[in-house]
T-cell receptor, first 116, second 111 residues
Framework: DADVTQTPRNRITKTGKRIMLECSQT?????MYWYRQDPGLGLRLIYY???????NKGEISDGYSVSRQAQAKFSLSLESAIPNQTALYFC???????????????FGEGSRLTVL | AQRVTQPEKLLSVFKGAPVELKCNYS??????LFWYVQYSRQRLQLLLR??SRESIKGFTADLNKGETSFHLKKPFAQEEDSAMYYC?????????????FGQGTILTVHP
């Protein structure tokens, strides 16, 4: 089955460390997104990419960077992790191709990051 | 900028009771609105979208532009409806496809 895969699924790190969360997809979708989920705050968009050459900031991009290495891969980096970046991170994909509902995102299982 | 507000963090009902999850939005354009659901140990997934005007798993949602609301309703809740529900809005123009989510509502349906 075509899928969205996130690695690692769980990570504990220390303040100041560099962390990379990776997302790969076999759906063939052009669009990829990184969201973080916090209790009471819902899902907030960090970065999104509509194709390999397109990178856009979301509403909470400070402290994060991304790389779209290929159509299928979209990585999120925390250059110097801090405790308030402790959250559940979701990668998602979408496309405007025929047969796909505009606005339907396909989510990975999430990466739980704890910064001590 | 667009905003989606779900005023209830938690909502508890008994099986067979009606349930309504509230969603209000602010957006200067013509919105497209969605409900997403995350069941325990499953991925977040699309439940329904307002354009389709469909009923999914007994849930319906009507876009009320006058009240800028998109409440999710089900006449008779079931235990399997227990989940986290997110309302989301899609912006048009060049950002088409970028969803803004609300804070989420955890629905618990008691037996």
């Amino acid at each position: 089955d075509a899928d969205v895969t996130q690695t690692p699924r769980n990570r504990i790190t220390k303040t100041g460390k560099r962390i990379m969360l990776e997302c790969s997809q076999t759906k063939g979708h052009d669009r990829m997104y990184w969201y973080r989920q916090d209790p009471g705050l819902g899902l907030r968009l960090i970065y999104y990419s509509f194709d390999v050459k397109d990178i856009n900031k979301g509403e909470i991009s400070d402290g994060y960077s991304v790389s779209r290495q290929a159509q299928a891969k979209f990585s999120l980096s925390l250059e110097s992790a801090i405790p308030n970046q402790t959250a559940l991170y979701f990668c998602a994909t979408s496309d405007l191709a025929a047969g796909i509902v505009p606005g339907e995102l396909f989510f990975g299982e999430g990466s739980r990051l704890t910064v001590l | 900028a667009q905003r989606v507000t779900q005023p209830e963090k938690l909502l508890s009902v008994f099986k067979g009771a009606p349930v309504e999850l509230k969603c209000n939005y602010s957006y200067s354009g013509s919105p497209e609105l969605f409900w997403y659901v995350q069941y325990s140990r499953q991925r977040l997934q699309l439940l329904l979208r307002h354009i389709s005007r469909e009923s999914i798993k007994g849930f319906t949602a009507d876009l009320n532009k006058g009240e800028t609301s998109f409440h999710l309703k089900k006449p008779f809740a079931q235990e399997e409806d227990s989940a986290m529900y997110y309302c989301a809005l899609i912006a048009g123009g060049t950002s088409y496809g970028k969803l803004t989510f609300g804070q989420g509502t955890i629905l618990t349906v008691h037996p």
